[in-house]
Every structure is written in structure tokens, then in C-alpha cells.
């Protein structure tokens, strides 16, 4: 099956901590992304990715860090500069040229104790 | 900067009835694209708008696009408790790179 998957479903974090979240997909697709969601309210882009070893930052990357080092994974580090990181974490991917349509994964839901 | 914005935020309606939301966006854009969100699920591609006049219909649900109002509508007809979610259109920056620009989401409730 082809899809995008994301672990772990839930992380709890201590204030201090860096946490990494996976994202990994096997779509074959050129570009990657993460979004933050908060309750009630839209998607905020992080960070996204159109080709391996390049990424660039979205709205909110500060607090955050990225790599591409494979074309089928994206992984995501919250670090302890990010002040308020409790949120739902999505990350997408889409090719690059047509509809570009992102599809999504199910998310990472992050909790800070 | 590109700005998306939806309305209503939050609509509750009976089964069987028709209503329409609509999402504005602020600057030029050929792209549009409307998802589905259940409580505490990811996001569910619906349609894919890629041209001024596109017309997509799925079931009850049809998007249409008008690039130069700015303006796209997802409508419902003879709503059905399943259709009960949030849904979010989202707009395609055309300013480099690609980005997509959600609006806030409308949050739909169909009651029987």
C-alpha cells in the first residue's frame, strides 16, 4: 500500500527535551512537508521540502528543525526553544509539478508534560 | 502575503437541507484545494480546483472555482450526519516555491 506514515502517534515531551517525529512515505513524491495544527483552528507550515538534502522554512519554523536526506523521509525535531510545541503534527507530500495535490499523514500528537 | 479566509466558521444543519461555504482568498492563485478533517483525524483530500470555472462533484458535495473573484464554494446538498466534519480549502502560493495557505475551517454538524 502506498501512503505516508507518521510515528509515534502520541509523544509526551518534558520541557527541556528535544523530540523527533517521523514521516515517512513511499508515494515516490519530490516534495515533503510539516504542518502544526492547534485546536480549533487551521494548518501552519513549518517546514517543507522540494528535493533531497534542500529544505526551506514555512511561517513557523522557529523552535523547529528538519532533514532530507532520503527522497522518502522527513523527519521533524521540536527542540527546546519551541515555547508551546503542544499541538497535532501533520506532515505531507506531493509531487512537484501537475495538481500537486499533498496528501497527508496521520499525524503526531504532542503532548508537553 | 496570501490570505485564505472561510465562511461560516461553524455551521449546524438539519439532514435533508442544502448550504454552501465559501473561501476568499486575497491574492492570485489558479490552485485550490478542499479537505475533510474528523475529530482528531488528519486531513482527507476532497477536490482538486486547478482552473477558473472548474466544477468537481462528489456525492452531495461539489466545489466550484472562480479565479478572478477569488472565490471558491463547496456545496452541499441534502446534507447527511456522515458529512458532519471540518472542512478546510487551501490555496496554492504561486510566489515561489509551492506552499499551501489553509484557511481557519468550518466546522459542520448535521443534525437528524
Known amino acids: 500500500d502506498g501512503g505516508i506514515t507518521q510515528s509515534p502517534k502520541y509523544l509526551f515531551r518534558k520541557e527541556g527535551q528535544n523530540v523527533t517525529l517521523s514521516c515517512e512515505q513511499n508515494?515516490?513524491?519530490?516534495?515533503m512537508y510539516w504542518y502544526r495544527q492547534d485546536p480549533g483552528q487551521g494548518l501552519r507550515l513549518i517546514y517543507y521540502?522540494?528535493?533531497?538534502?534542500?529544505?526551506q522554512k514555512g511561517d513557523i519554523a522557529e523552535g523547529y528543525s528538519v532533514s532530507r536526506e532520503k527522497k522518502e523521509s522527513f523527519p521533524l525535531t521540536v527542540t527546546s526553544a519551541q515555547k508551546n510545541p503542544t499541538a497535532f503534527y501533520l506532515c505531507?507530500?506531493?509531487?512537484?509539478?501537475?495538481?500537486?495535490?499533498?496528501?497527508f499523514g496521520p499525524g503526531t500528537r504532542l503532548t508537553v508534560l | 502575503e496570501l490570505k485564505v479566509e472561510q465562511n461560516p466558521l461553524f455551521l449546524s444543519m438539519q439532514e435533508g437541507k442544502n448550504y454552501t461555504i465559501y473561501c476568499n482568498y486575497s491574492t492570485t492563485s489558479d490552485r485550490l484545494y478542499w479537505y475533510r478533517q474528523d475529530p482528531g483525524k488528519s486531513l482527507e483530500s476532497l477536490f482538486v480546483l486547478l482552473s477558473n470555472g472548474a466544477v468537481k462533484q462528489e456525492g452531495r458535495l461539489m466545489a466550484s472555482l472562480d479565479t478572478k473573484a477569488r472565490l471558491s464554494t463547496l456545496h452541499i446538498t441534502a446534507a447527511v450526519h456522515d458529512l458532519s466534519a471540518t472542512y478546510f480549502c487551501a490555496v496554492d502560493s504561486t510566489q515561489g516555491a509551492q506552499k499551501l495557505v489553509f484557511g481557519q475551517g468550518t466546522r459542520l454538524t448535521i443534525n437528524p
Open positions: 505531507a507530500s506531493s509531487w512537484t509539478s501537475g495538481g500537486r495535490e499533498q496528501f
Open positions: 508515494l515516490n513524491h519530490d516534495a
Open positions: 521540502s522540494q528535493i533531497v538534502n534542500d529544505f
